[in-house]
């Protein structure tokens, strides 16, 4: 995919991979050696993908024996790629690697553990558009992979009506005529602060209502006003703390901005071995 090797070719050069002064000083142009990137700390995997291309890119030569991938669960101690080749570039691809992955795991991680609080509910965790200026398709491929869903990619791929909005056009039901007259075929969110909005929005039946900022108590009550042809989601102030609170309501959906914009890192490490000199030898003579 050419956007991601355009990512992958920005990053490369934004680190000056190809120029490590320290490796060129310290390690001999054949040198070889072997890496391994652990886990050390538990957690879900994305970005390997992404990381498995950055070693290729920047050396097609090193061998790559991936023992996880994408969406596995990792715990302490788990080795997830074992690669072999130039020393040099094993060590000027690390970071780069490391920083997709550990970026990319984080935001898979979070996701997993909302996925696990709703457990056992017909309540699905999506993510927003608050994302990494582009890193967007990136980040919800690894919300994908903590088990969680995509909300809508960018603003052309769903209509969603927000205060703002209603404040320009007057009204709910002002502004979702509106949407309907722009385009049939693109589908209609509308957000809703109070019960008269919800109860005005029900009569023009978009396809989802997000109710906001609700409590749980709310939610309930507004599930019993919106039928189940209308997808009912939730957001606004949800944490692994009430998660489930808000599951239990009955809503289809929570929407979580903090899995793509505040996700903690995944603690990774690369670790190298150097190979000695006559080994390295034998290995590029067969």
């Known amino acids: 995919m050419s956007y991601i090797q355009t990512l992958i070719d920005l990053a490369l050069t934004e680190d000056a991979a190809y120029e490590d002064h320290t490796a060129l000083a310290t390690i001999l142009d054949v040198q070889r050696g072997i890496a391994r990137i652990t886990a050390k700390a538990e957690g879900v995997l994305s970005g390997c993908a992404i990381a498995k291309q950055v070693f290729t890119t920047l050396d097609s030569s090193i061998q790559q024996h991936w023992l996880k991938a994408d969406a596995d669960s990792v715990k302490v101690g788990d080795v997830i790629v074992e690669l072999t080749g130039s020393l040099r570039r094993l060590l000027a691809a690390e970071r780069t690697a490391l920083n997709f992955m550990q970026h990319l795991s984080g935001i898979a991680t979070a996701t997993h553990a909302f996925v696990e609080v709703v457990q056992g509910t ?9 994302t990494t200026p582009g890193l967007r398709l990136l980040e919800k491929k690894a919300v994908i992979h903590g088990g969680g869903t995509n909300h809508r990619l960018d603003l052309a791929s769903g209509m969603l009506i927000k205060e703002n909005h209603i404040e320009a056009s007057g009204s709910i039901s002002e502004a979702i005529n509106a949407c309907f007259k722009h385009n049939e075929d693109i589908w209609i969110e509308v957000e809703c602060e109070n019960f008269a909005q919800v109860k005005e929005a029900v009569t023009l039946c978009p396809d989802i209502i997000l109710l906001d900022n609700m409590s749980p108590a709310q939610v309930s009550e507004a599930r019993l006003l919106v039928p189940t042809s209308i997808l009912l989601e939730a957001s ?10 808000y599951a239990l309501t009955g809503v289809n959906r929570i929407a979580i901005g903090a899995i793509t914009h505040s996700a903690p890192a995944l603690d990774l490490s690369m670790r190298v071995q150097a190979l000695q ?3 390295a030898a034998n290995d590029e003579a067969t």
Do not use: E, P, S, V
Not at 122 to 130: E, L, P, S, V
Not at 236 to 245: C, E, K, P, V
């Open 236 to 245: 606004g102030n949800i944490g692994l703390h009430n998660a489930r609170d």
């Open 277 to 279: 000199l006559n080994q």
């Open 122 to 130: 017909d309540c699905a965790i999506a993510d927003t558009r608050k």
